[in-house]
Each structure stands twice: as structure tokens, then as C-alpha cells.
């Protein structure tokens, strides 16, 4: 104690003491006032988990409830869309065919309403698992634009994809997702224009931390104005454009809401272009894992960078892109729009003693055809060395005729690899006309080329009033009447015998009783499933060397159904309504397989 507290006057001390006293009444009246605002804090935390958890249960909820409603409006949308399309083979009148050609579309568009809705529900309620994997970024861009050409034919539209060179050819992304938003952005853009120049494109964009590379994405709309609109309310549920208003043209009002959601789970940003060329692009920017991998593929190939080409057309978008992908690989290239160019460019080349190897034509050259343009050049002596090659974005099939004046067709929508396939023929048959040993020889040899030139077509649609005859019988279990009897008529077209069944008991039972080709087993019936029907088979078949073949024939159609088939033990995977070509191929893979054994 120090020498002086001593001194210090008794009044004084006690002041200090009283005064330290009420500091520490102070302090504890502060402490308890914190130990109840603790407490309230902690009721509110716990009030806000509650209603938080509740509002997880109602997203989920809603979410079940859209998915069962999905499966209930596709069923009666199956009757329709299915009967629909087998009446339009039948002869009718050019009124009654237009009037089915409206209830087609209108069902097509409500199948897409109801897609939308549950996929977006299930975005929201964060139920929509889709992993990371090794993908072919081409393929998927590709793949895409391949589903959408089909619509994009019956408006007019010419689809194209641009890959940058820059581009890696694998890479670690979310394919499933990656598809989404493109396919919804490409069907969107589709919907809103009438013979438009759509392209998508994918360049390399901002180099991110963590080894990642951001990649931009860009889907556009020759023709499009989507000046003068607010860019945030795009992608708002259920917002309708100018543009959709315009064109009277209707989509579910989800797509790009969709899109928005599926771009930032990938950790990216998505927008418009109102202004991009001589239209309007919506693009997203996202990153992707770049995987190093060597390209067996190009090195197996001859050279084309010694290829000179001319690429006519009346589209400028078509001309450019083939151009730009010519570029890219090394191969000398003369653009042009008209047909009097063109022609100027082949003289040129003759006076020069540089003549081409090839004339890429499109469907069209200024105001007459491609056909007319090729014969042109196979008539002048001059030209006779020059290859013409048709490209037909729509994916027809040439002519009788035209097979006779064109080298080559690239059919389908305009990408890379069409382009690089149909070249690498060229270059192949450069080295063996300039192998052969005779000009007969040669002249045998370049026309098994250019047959062999020829890319794969879409395959083309069944003439359904000339069933196969009798064949096979297929197992149809379904609970709904109307869908069995869809499916069997769809099947008796097809030429096949069925058997029908309303649960998965009478399937199990079915199935020990007769061999069948395959079964078509609807997933969700009363008394006994599709899936539990399925596993019971397939104990059933345990050790005896049998397997039936099933065939999941269900109106769940979204990631991770098809998977869930497969796991249960099911070997393939239709959804509703189901298309009669892919029927038809399922059928005919499945007896190809039963003869071979």
C-alpha cells in the first residue's frame, strides 16, 4: 500500500468507494441488459430457423406437387401428341392437315411449359444434382444445336456453331447444366424470329484464379431487335418481351429465368446483347476446368491446310462462319455472296494457275439455287478439277440430281466438325487421285470417295401405313388405358404384337408366363411400380442365363430420371410422349441383339 494512502481524508475515500460501487451496479445492470438482448437474439435465431426450415418444406413440397402434376398433364398430353402424329400420315385434306399441324404445336409448346415449370421448381429448391465430369466442350455445343434443328427447320432458321480455336477440346464442367441453358437459350431465340441466321459461339473469356478459365458463351438472332427493352426484366419468371409480343410468337416464360439459375449455381453471370450485329445474342460466361489431352483425332487425318476453297452463299452469317473455320485451320479461302463473284474468283484462279480445290456452296447463291450455281461450274471445262460441296443446314438430303452435280453434302446445322469430316474426305481423295495408277483407276477410286464422303443423315421419318408385318410381342404396362392403347397402336404400326398389363404384379406375372421381345414398363402405377416390378424380374432371372429386356416408358423426363431407370435395373429409357422413330430403333436394337444370340 502506498506510504500516503494514509492521508487521505475518511469523506474522500468513502466517495471513491461509493463511486466505484455504483460503476460496478452499472456494469452488472449492463450485463444482465446484454444476458436478455443474448437471449432475444437467440429466440429470434431460433424463430428464424423455424420459419426458414418451413419455407425449405414449402419450396420442396411445391416442388413435389409440380413434378406429380407434370406426370398427370402428360398423360392425356401423351393420347394427343401421339395420336396426333399418326393421324398426319394419313390422307387428309389440306385443311385437316393444317388443323393438325395447330394441335401439334400447341402441344409441343404446352410439353415445354410443363418441362419448364418442374425444372425451374426444382432449380429453386436446390434438388437439381448434376456432378462435374470430362466432356467434349464441341460435342455438347454441338449436341445441342442438333436437338433444336428439327424446330429451327419448321421456322426457316439456320443453325450454326462456332467453337474458337482458343477453345480447349476437353474440359471439367456440369454437361447436364451446360445443355440446359443452351438448349433453352437456342429454343427461345428460335421462337422469336422467322428465318434467322441463329449461331452459337464460344470463345475464351477473363482468365480466372485457381486455374480456371472463364469461357463466354454466345447465342445470337439475325434479325432480332430487342433495342429499347429493360435487360434485368429478360430474365424475371413469366417476363414477356416486346419481341415475343411482336412476333406472336409464345414460350413458357420460365426459359431464361431458368437459364439465370442454372449460370449462377455455375458460378457465372449471364446478359443481353440488344445491339450485337445485325440482331440481338443473349450470352453467359462461366468457367471450366481446361484438361490437357492430346488430339489423335487431327493427327490421323491428312493435311488440309494445302486445300484451297470458295465458299458462295447468299446468307453472309453461313459464309462467314464456314470462312472463320477455314481460317483457323490453315487453308487458303476466297469468300463471296454472289454468284457473278464466285465465278470471277474461279477465273482469277485459272489465269493464275491456282485453281480451287473445292466450292462450297449453300442452299442458296444470290437468287438462284446451289444446283444451278454447281452445274455451272461442272459444264465449263475449265473447272473441271473443282469439287463442289453442297451445304445443307436444314438437314435435307440432296436430290437425286443434285447427288449427281455435288461432290459432297454437308447436311444438318453447320459446325466444325461436319466441316473438318467433309475436308479430310477432299484431302483423302487428293492423295489418291494423285496416287492412282491409271486415270481409270483414279476415276474408280474418287467415286468411292465421294460416296463414302457423304455424311450420316437424320434419319427419315417411318411410313407408318406399312406395318413390318407380324413380329415380336412386346409387354405394354401401363396404368392408364389410354396410354396402353396408344402404345399398341404405335407398336401393331410398327409391326410388332403386344400384350398389355396395369401394374407391375401383372408384368411379373406376365413375364414368367411368356418370352417377350422387350417390355415397356411405366414407372409410377398403384399396387407395385415400375421399379420394384423391375428388381423382382431381375432376381427372378438370377442364375437362369435370361434377361428381358425393359424399357422405362415414363413421363418423368428430367436429369437424373433416366439414371434412376438404369439403377433399378431397366435397359433403356423413353420418355412421353414417346417419339416413334426412337421406338422403332429401341425395337429394332433389341431383336438385332435376341438374333445374334
Same mark, same amino acid.
Given at each position: 500500500m502506498p506510504a500516503n494512502f494514509g492521508k487521505i481524508p475518511h469523506d474522500n475515500l468513502d466517495r471513491i468507494l461509493q463511486k466505484i460501487e455504483q460503476v460496478r451496479q452499472a456494469m452488472l445492470s449492463r450485463l444482465r441488459g446484454l444476458g436478455a438482448q443474448n437471449e432475444d437474439l437467440e429466440d429470434c435465431r431460433i424463430k428464424f430457423d423455424q420459419l426458414n426450415s418451413q419455407i425449405q418444406d414449402v419450396i420442396r413440397h411445391r416442388a413435389e406437387f409440380l413434378v406429380n402434376l407434370s406426370h398427370e398433364l402428360r398423360t392425356p398430353l401423351t393420347g394427343v401428341m401421339s395420336m396426333s402424329r399418326m393421324m398426319m400420315d394419313a390422307e387428309l385434306s389440306d385443311e385437316q392437315m393444317e388443323q393438325l399441324r395447330i394441335i401439334r404445336e400447341s402441344s409441343d409448346a404446352l410439353l415445354e411449359i410443363i418441362n419448364d415449370a418442374v425444372l425451374f421448381s426444382r432449380v429453386e429448391s436446390g434438388n437439381l444434382e448434376s456432378p462435374e465430369d470430362e466432356c467434349n466442350l464441341a460435342q455438347v455445343v454441338e449436341g445441342c444445336v442438333n436437338l433444336a434443328n428439327e424446330k429451327a427447320k419448321r421456322k426457316g432458321s439456320v443453325l450454326m456453331t462456332f467453337i474458337s480455336p482458343e477453345a480447349p477440346r476437353m474440359v471439367r464442367a456440369d454437361p447436364v447444366r451446360l445443355r440446359q441453358i443452351l438448349l433453352h437459350l437456342i429454343n427461345y431465340l428460335i421462337s422469336l424470329t422467322q428465318a434467322a441466321e441463329i449461331a452459337v459461339r464460344v470463345e475464351p473469356d477473363a482468365t480466372m484464379a485457381g486455374g480456371k478459365n472463364r469461357y463466354r458463351f454466345l447465342v445470337s438472332a439475325s434479325g432480332l431487335s430487342l433495342a429499347g427493352q429493360s435487360r434485368e426484366?429478360?430474365?424475371?419468371?413469366?417476363?414477356?418481351? $416486346?419481341?415475343?409480343?411482336?412476333?406472336?410468337?409464345?414460350?413458357?416464360?420460365?426459359?431464361?429465368?431458368? +437459364?439465370?439459375?442454372?449460370?449462377?449455381?455455375?458460378? #457465372?453471370?449471364?446478359?443481353?446483347?440488344?445491339?450485337?450485329?445485325?440482331?440481338a445474342a443473349f450470352w453467359f460466361s462461366v468457367p471450366l476446368t481446361e484438361i490437357a489431352v492430346e488430339s489423335p483425332r487431327l493427327s490421323a487425318q491428312p493435311d488440309i491446310s494445302n486445300l484451297k476453297v470458295l465458299v458462295v452463299g447468299a446468307r453472309p452469317g453461313v459464309v462467314n462462319m464456314v470462312g472463320t473455320y477455314l481460317d483457323s485451320w490453315g487453308v487458303t479461302s476466297e469468300l463471296s455472296l454472289t454468284a457473278n463473284e464466285a465465278l470471277r474468283f474461279l477465273r482469277q484462279a485459272q489465269v493464275m494457275g491456282s485453281m480451287?480445290?473445292?466450292?462450297?456452296?449453300?442452299?442458296?447463291?444470290?437468287?438462284?439455287?446451289?444446283?444451278?450455281?454447281?452445274?455451272?461450274?461442272? &459444264?465449263?471445262?475449265?473447272?473441271?478439277?473443282?469439287?463442289?460441296?453442297?451445304?445443307?443446314?436444314?438437314?435435307?438430303?440432296?436430290?437425286?440430281?443434285?447427288?449427281?452435280?455435288?461432290?459432297?453434302?454437308? +447436311? #444438318?446445322?453447320?459446325? /466444325?466438325?461436319?466441316?473438318?469430316? +467433309?475436308?479430310?474426305? $477432299?484431302?483423302?481423295?487428293?492423295?489418291?487421285?494423285?496416287?492412282?495408277?491409271?486415270?481409270?483407276?483414279?476415276?474408280?477410286?474418287?467415286? @468411292?470417295?465421294?460416296?463414302?464422303?457423304?455424311?450420316?443423315?437424320?434419319?427419315?421419318?417411318?411410313?407408318?401405313?406399312?406395318?413390318?408385318?407380324?413380329?415380336?410381342?412386346?409387354? &405394354?404396362?401401363?396404368?392408364?388405358?389410354?396410354?396402353?392403347?396408344?402404345?399398341?397402336?404405335?407398336?401393331?404400326?410398327?409391326?410388332?404384337?403386344?400384350?398389355?398389363?396395369?401394374?407391375?404384379?401383372?408384368?411379373?406375372?406376365?413375364? /414368367?408366363? %411368356?418370352?417377350?421381345?422387350?417390355? $415397356?414398363?411405366?414407372?409410377?402405377?398403384?399396387?407395385?411400380? #415400375?421399379?420394384?416390378?423391375?428388381?423382382?424380374?431381375? /432376381?427372378?432371372?438370377?442364375?437362369?442365363?435370361?434377361?428381358?429386356?425393359?424399357?422405362? $416408358?415414363?413421363?418423368?423426363?428430367?436429369?437424373?430420371?433416366?439414371?434412376?431407370?438404369?439403377?433399378? #435395373?431397366?435397359?433403356?429409357?423413353?420418355?412421353?410422349?414417346?417419339?416413334?422413330? %426412337?421406338?422403332?430403333?429401341?425395337?429394332?436394337?433389341?431383336?438385332? @441383339?435376341?438374333?445374334?444370340?
Open positions: 426484366k429478360f430474365f424475371e419468371p413469366f417476363a414477356k418481351t $416486346l419481341a415475343a409480343i411482336d412476333s406472336k410468337q409464345t414460350t413458357s416464360g420460365l426459359s431464361l429465368a431458368i +437459364c439465370k439459375s442454372l449460370v449462377a449455381v455455375m458460378g #457465372g453471370e449471364i446478359g443481353v446483347d440488344s445491339t450485337y450485329e445485325d440482331g480451287f480445290d473445292a466450292v462450297i456452296c449453300e442452299a442458296k447463291v444470290d437468287s438462284q439455287d446451289a444446283f444451278d450455281f454447281a452445274q455451272t461450274i461442272k &459444264v465449263d471445262p475449265a473447272f473441271s478439277s473443282v469439287r463442289t460441296i453442297l451445304i445443307s443446314p436444314s438437314g435435307d438430303e440432296p436430290t437425286p440430281e443434285e447427288q449427281m452435280i455435288f461432290w459432297s453434302c454437308i +447436311c #444438318g446445322p453447320i459446325n /466444325q466438325s461436319n466441316i473438318y469430316d +467433309c475436308l479430310t474426305d $477432299l484431302a483423302k481423295a487428293q492423295q489418291v487421285r494423285a496416287s492412282a495408277s491409271s486415270a481409270e483407276e483414279a476415276k474408280s477410286v474418287l467415286s @468411292a470417295m465421294s460416296q463414302a464422303s457423304t455424311l450420316s443423315k437424320p434419319p427419315q421419318a417411318i411410313n407408318q401405313t406399312e406395318p413390318m408385318g407380324e413380329g415380336p410381342l412386346v409387354l &405394354v404396362v401401363d396404368d392408364n388405358a389410354l396410354n396402353r392403347q396408344v402404345a399398341c397402336l404405335q407398336l401393331q404400326k410398327l409391326g410388332y404384337s403386344c400384350l398389355m398389363a396395369v401394374n407391375g404384379r401383372e408384368a411379373i406375372e406376365a413375364v /414368367q408366363a %411368356r418370352d417377350f421381345l422387350l417390355v $415397356l414398363m411405366d414407372c409410377r402405377m398403384p399396387e407395385m411400380d #415400375g421399379y420394384e416390378a423391375t428388381k423382382v424380374i431381375r /432376381q427372378m432371372e438370377a442364375g437362369t442365363g435370361k434377361h428381358v429386356p425393359i424399357v422405362a $416408358l415414363t413421363a418423368q423426363a428430367l436429369a437424373g430420371d433416366r439414371e434412376k431407370c438404369l439403377e433399378c #435395373g431397366m435397359d433403356e429409357y423413353l420418355s412421353k410422349p414417346v417419339d416413334l422413330i %426412337r421406338l422403332r430403333q429401341i425395337l429394332e436394337q433389341w431383336s438385332a @441383339a435376341k438374333s445374334a444370340h
